[in-house]
């Protein structure tokens, strides 16, 4: 009897530590080792004879330029420009740096140096009225391709940037616009993801003329930990003014991502000047955990399956080894004291029970989607307040909410006309909902419930931050062509993995495309309609022949970087459908890339792409693709089939509206 004790007692010995250890886990994985990651840059000058990295490292963006004669970089670019008036441009350091722990929400620390200047464009200078505006800023943000709007938006911010855009901003301002709070025209100015500054530093009171064409040096230093900023002002000669401008405290964590690009933003408006930044160092220091964790967001807690099983987003902790260890223990636990009972007494077994109910807390299962109160959407969204929209269309308004754990969601609460249109039968709408969430994809805007009653359907979906794609594509913006490039393949992958399923989108459109921190396009707003006469079968294959057709007209959306109808183009332009058919008629499909990507791009690439969705565009009879073939154009070099010399007859355009489609496409597969 005393040895089958002493056995038990070192079972609990071998089981508890290894609880302890997994249970520990988490919290472990966050208080690793820490060691300080140190990152500096510097630029004597900017000439780029002298020293030809600066065309590798800085990446210039809208009007913007290196000067060998200056060894500066300047905004706008003189040379290019015939008018100065309403420029904009960036310049950005290529890679981006680490300037928030995203587990304790610390921001790096950094600090930054850079001599600027001021002055009036050389060949305008007789030009005596258009002088004076309107101002330099030292930037982070989170992409490298952006270029704000010109004017007193210093080429900060556009339409593209929603209210949540992380930037931070330290601006040099020579212009006054009322509107934006500017106090007067020589200013210093914090801008935290607003254009409308944070804090202003009235710098004529520190005896310093922005504008005087004179070499002024700035001193940016954050302490992260302690969250304080501190602001220098001097001329080129000075070491180190001893009276900082601004010295406060300031937390910017909530305007960071964990990497972002720094640099350079510049712009003119109805006045205008030329900044040149002539030298820039810059350091940071953040500090990282050497087991790096995962990160754990709202997105990255679902698992996301392949159907190839190959790709995995959410990182599954190196704790599925202890557990593996302590379902083993346990089970010799289990059949120890199964072995022993006969000889025990009852409340012996007390300890291990405690144990058991421990056990089944362990694995956590997935976020799956499921139904949500009408009480948890309104309190997510504040009772749909007009300040929560996100966008609308005809089925429906969308809303940006948070839920009750935290996490931020899209909720679109389809219209009760569109729930009211003839044929729509509610209650395979809703198996519909139920059938697309239960199915996951890396490119599938992830659903995470819905919301019914006997007057409203919902459907709740995971935010995207950098929001959908049509603000990237006919913002101000330029999004490059590698970038468009990979969201057409992310889409065409998404929607081929619906087909797959006997399942159809029915609503594609640049609005129901969404991209992630990365830029990952991800397809959302699904279109969810069935009517109420067909079959599932039969309305399935007729709407995924209507998505290959909604594709093919996506797809020449994202190449010209306009909306299939423009009413701002003249009536031979307008439908960009028809345009695009045309320039194919006279061998002139270049005319249809977007002018605006400018000679950084694949051509030839660009042309196939084109003529891929050209494809789509086609009458099913007259060899429109399937998605599973789209793919395979868009990710192999070989053959595409040949376009029809002319576009073989009139295009009826699809019915967006129910996302049934009419005309010829219904027609010609019944
Ligand atoms: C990291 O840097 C901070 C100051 O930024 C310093 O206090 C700390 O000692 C450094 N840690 C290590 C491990 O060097
Ligand atoms: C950058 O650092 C170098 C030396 O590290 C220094 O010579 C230069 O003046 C600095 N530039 C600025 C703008 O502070
Ligand atoms: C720039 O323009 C202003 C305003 O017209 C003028 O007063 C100033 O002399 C000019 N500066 C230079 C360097 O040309
Ligand atoms: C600097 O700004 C002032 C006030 O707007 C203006 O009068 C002056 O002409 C500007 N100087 C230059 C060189 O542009
Ligand atoms: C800025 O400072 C100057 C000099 O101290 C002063 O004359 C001017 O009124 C100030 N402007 C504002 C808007 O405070
Ligand atoms: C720019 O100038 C034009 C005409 O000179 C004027 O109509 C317009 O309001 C000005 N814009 C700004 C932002 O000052």
New binding site residues.
């Given amino acids: 009897m005393a040895f089958c004790h002493s056995l038990w007692l070192l079972c609990l010995f071998i089981i508890i530590p290894v609880f302890v250890d997994s249970a520990s886990h988490d919290k472990e994985l966050s208080l690793g080792p ?3 990651v140190t990152k500096h840059l510097s630029f004597l000058d900017f000439n780029f004879n002298k020293d030809p990295r600066v065309f590798h490292d800085v990446r210039l963006l809208g009007s913007a330029k290196f000067s060998n004669e200056k060894g500066a970089l300047q905004i706008p670019d003189e040379s290019k420009a015939v008018d100065l008036k309403d420029q904009a441009g960036r310049a950005l350091y290529s890679s981006p740096i680490r300037l928030l722990d995203p587990q304790t929400k610390t921001p790096a ?1 950094f600090e930054t140096t850079f001599a600027f200047q001021v002055n009036n464009a050389s060949h305008l200078s007789s030009d005596s009225t258009g002088h004076g505006g309107s101002g330099l800023t030292f930037i982070i943000v989170p992409d490298e391709f952006t270029v704000g709007r010109h004017g007193p938006w210093l080429a900060m911010l556009n339409d593209a940037c929603e209210d949540d855009y992380k930037a931070v901003a330290v601006e040099f301002d020579t212009h006054q616009s009322p509107g934006f709070g500017d106090p007067n025209d020589n200013h210093v100015g914090i801008n935290l993801g607003s254009i409308i500054s944070t804090r202003t530093i009235n710098v004529s009171d520190f005896g310093i003329v922005l504008n005087d064409s004179l070499v002024h040096r700035a001193w940016i230093t954050y ?3 302690r969250r304080w900023m501190d602001i220098r002002l001097g001329s080129k000669h000075e070491d180190y003014p001893t009276k900082p401008i601004f010295s406060e405290q300031l937390d910017l964590s909530p305007f960071l991502n964990e990497y972002m690009f720094i640099g350079f933003s510049a712009s003119t408006g109805n006045l205008t000047q030329i900044h040149n930044v002539l030298s820039w160092n810059f350091t940071s ?1 953040s ?1 990282a955990f050497l087991r790096v964790p995962s990160t754990e967001t709202c997105e990255s807690k679902i698992i996301v399956e392949d159907r190839s099983g190959t790709r995995k987003a959410s990182a599954e902790p190196p704790g599925s080894f202890l557990i593996f260890v302590a379902v083993v223990a346990l089970i010799l636990v289990v059949l120890l004291s199964l072995f022993l009972n006969s000889k025990r007494k009852r409340d012996k077994s007390h300890n291990l029970n405690i144990l058991l109910s421990e056990k089944k807390e362990r694995p956590r299962p997935p976020n799956k989607p499921r139904r949500f109160t009408i009480a948890e959407i309104s309190s997510a969204t504040r009772c749909f307040s007009e300040l929560d929209i996100l966008g609308n269309d005809s089925r429906g308004v969308y809303y940006r909410g948070k839920l009750s754990n935290g996490c931020q969601v899209a909720v679109k609460r389809f219209s009760a006309q569109f729930l009211n249109s003839q044929g729509l039968d509610r209650r395979r709408v809703m198996k519909e909902i139920g059938s697309i969430s239960r199915i996951r994809h890396p490119n599938m805007l992830p659903i995470r419930g819905w919301c019914q009653d006997n007057r409203q359907v919902m459907v709740v979906y995971d935010f995207f931050t950098n929001g959908s794609l049509d603000k990237w594509l006919f913002g101000v913006g330029v999004l490059p062509w590698t970038r468009r490039f990979k969201v057409v393949k992310d889409v065409a992958d998404a929607l081929c993995f619906l087909h797959s399923k006997q399942l159809a989108h029915k609503n594609m459109k640049t609005t129901s495309v969404f991209l992630d921190v990365s830029f990952r396009a991800v397809l959302g707003d699904f279109g969810f309609v069935l009517s109420g006469n067909d079959s599932k079968q039969f309305e399935s294959a007729v709407s995924q022949k209507a998505d290959v057709f909604e594709f093919g007209v996506f797809v020449l959306e994202v190449i010209a970087g306009r909306k299939r109808l423009d009413s701002e183009m003249d009536q031979k332009e307008r439908d960009l459908l028809d345009f695009a058919w045309r320039m194919h008629e006279i061998d002139e499909k270049v005319k249809v890339v977007d002018g605006r990507m400018g000679t950084v791009i694949n051509l030839k690439q660009a042309i196939r792409v084109l003529e891929i969705g050209l494809l789509c565009t086609l009458n099913e009879a007259k060899g429109r693709p399937c998605m599973e073939e789209v793919v395979e154009f868009l990710t192999t070099e070989g053959p595409i089939p040949e376009l029809p010399q002319s576009r073989p007859i009139a295009l009826f355009p699809y019915n967006s509206a129910t996302g049934l489609c009419s005309g010829y496409s219904c027609a010609s597969f019944k």
């Fill in positions: 820490v060691i300080n620390s302490d992260g930990p220091t500090q």
